[in-house]
């Protein structure tokens, strides 16, 4: 009973952490794609949200969060088949909720989080309950988002192990109605990209996590103690791998897998500390520690990023650039009485969300921030200014 007691006290300072992030961020010009482009799943959860809450920007993000939630959930009944200990499940749960990738996950408008959770419901129904259920959720998968193609891959890969012959037609099936209705993202002529793969990988688990799940996933594969958890892991991040070898990969369609490992890592640790006496416990304590800390370090570094501006030498390098500026522009408008803007379409989507319309009445010109001349827009983070801009009048008459 206390592990529960801990693990909804962990759901709630989630929760609180990233009510607070919410309110720091602007919508980015492919969230604003997700909205207003064409109809997608998200689409339509984000649009149901914002007539449900209002059009502020806690609705605009609130299903990733409670998708994000509802994965911490599943994550934890699902860590009942790899671990015996209340506190290990707890553990792992923690270890979740500080990965970079599922914190970005959780507050972003994308694929990742809605894959997370689709994958560990999918999971935790295969694992609980009657095939038939699963050849009901599938299907839906493939209509929902096209990640879920790398799913299918890897359950025909899965079926021909167990030779399940229908599991195996099913997910060949879904295979090509994914692809024809999403497409398959390989195109360009070949260039190695496979380090910024890895890079990015690195940064989304933290080194220390992702390399150790890397040796574990390739651990079992050389002593074949292989499962359904290994299968949907391993299978789209060699996927991934050779798709880097000719192309640049958008990684967020296939870090969601590799979550799945964290059981898989978790119930091989635990084992081989626990089979050993506690006098020989202590590397695998100091192990532990120090992945920990850093996974702290690298969490508290996507929690406090504003803070990196002070010593980014340009604020446009900052990696999450593309999440600020938009919100704050807008009020700054607002404060000039202006309504309607035109402006390069990237930042016309992302003002639109805020109230603020494309019109030729006023030209928004962003100014170099080294300029010295007065500018009608400033916006600053931390006292480092980040964007600077001029609105220029039109004269139509």
């Known amino acids: 009973m206390t592990s529960r007691y801990i693990l909804f006290l962990l759901l709630g300072i989630d929760a609180l952490i990233l009510f607070f992030q919410i309110s720091e961020l602007s919508i980015s010009y492919y969230e604003a794609k997700i909205l207003?482009?064409?109809?997608?799943?998200?689409q339509l959860i984000t649009n149901f949200s914002l007539s449900i809450f209002g059009h502020n920007d806690?609705?605009?993000?609130?299903?990733?969060?409670?998708?994000?939630?509802?994965?911490?959930?599943?994550l934890y009944l699902n860590s009942k088949k790899y671990l015996k200990y209340e506190?290990?499940?707890?553990?792992?749960?923690?270890?979740?909720?500080?990965?970079?990738?599922?914190?970005?996950?959780?507050?972003?408008?994308?694929?990742?989080?809605?894959?997370?959770?689709?994958?560990?419901l999918f999971v935790y129904i295969y694992e609980n309950f009657n095939l038939k259920y699963i050849y009901i959720l599938l299907p839906i998968y493939a209509l929902i988002d096209g990640g879920f193609l790398y799913l299918f891959l890897a359950l025909i890969f899965y079926a021909y192990y167990i030779k399940n012959k229908i599991l195996f037609i099913v997910n060949f099936i879904l295979c090509f109605i994914s692809i024809y209705i999403y497409g398959l993202n390989a195109h360009g002529l070949p260039?190695?990209?496979?380090?910024?793969?890895?890079?990015?990988?690195?940064?989304i688990f933290s080194p220390i996590v992702f390399i150790y799940l890397f040796y574990i996933l390739y651990k079992k594969l050389y002593t074949k103690k292989v499962d359904l958890v290994w299968f949907i892991s391993f299978?789209?991040?060699?996927?991934?791998?050779?798709?880097?070898?000719?192309?640049?990969?958008?990684?967020?369609?296939?870090?969601p897998y590799i979550m799945l490992a964290l059981f898989l890592g978790a119930k091989m640790f635990s084992e081989s500390y626990r089979i050993r006496l506690k006098i020989f416990r202590k590397k695998y304590k100091i192990m532990f520690i120090i992945?920990?800390?850093f996974l702290l370090l690298n969490s508290l570094v996507v929690l406090f990023n504003k803070e990196l501006y002070k010593v980014i030498e340009n604020p446009k390098k900052h990696f999450a650039y593309k999440m600020y500026i938009a919100k704050?522009?807008?009020?700054?408008?607002?404060?000039?009485?202006?309504s309607c803007i035109d402006s390069n379409d990237d930042l016309s989507y992302r003002l639109k969300f805020y109230g603020i319309t494309q019109c030729d009445r006023y030209i928004l010109n962003e100014e170099s921030l080294s300029t010295k001349n007065k500018v009608?827009?400033?916006?600053?983070?931390?006292?480092i200014v980040v964007y600077k801009a001029n609105v220029t009048k039109i004269n139509n008459e």
Do not use: C
């Open 376 to 383: 009608d827009v400033t916006i600053s983070y931390k006292n």
């Open 235 to 255: 299978i789209p991040l060699v996927f991934s791998l050779l798709l880097s070898l000719r192309q640049r990969v958008e990684l967020d369609e296939f870090a």
């Open 58 to 74: 806690l609705a605009l993000r609130l299903p990733m969060m409670l998708l994000h939630l509802s994965s911490v959930i599943l």
């Open 191 to 203: 260039s190695g990209h496979l380090l910024d793969a890895l890079a990015v990988y690195l940064a």
């Open 328 to 338: 704050e522009l807008s009020i700054k408008l607002k404060e000039l009485n202006i």
């Open 87 to 120: 506190r290990d499940k707890i553990w792992l749960v923690l270890i979740f909720i500080l990965l970079p990738g599922s914190i970005s996950s959780a507050l972003q408008i994308n694929s990742a989080g809605l894959l997370i959770f689709g994958l560990f």
């Open 36 to 42: 207003y482009g064409e109809f997608s799943f998200l």
């Open 291 to 293: 992945s920990l800390v």
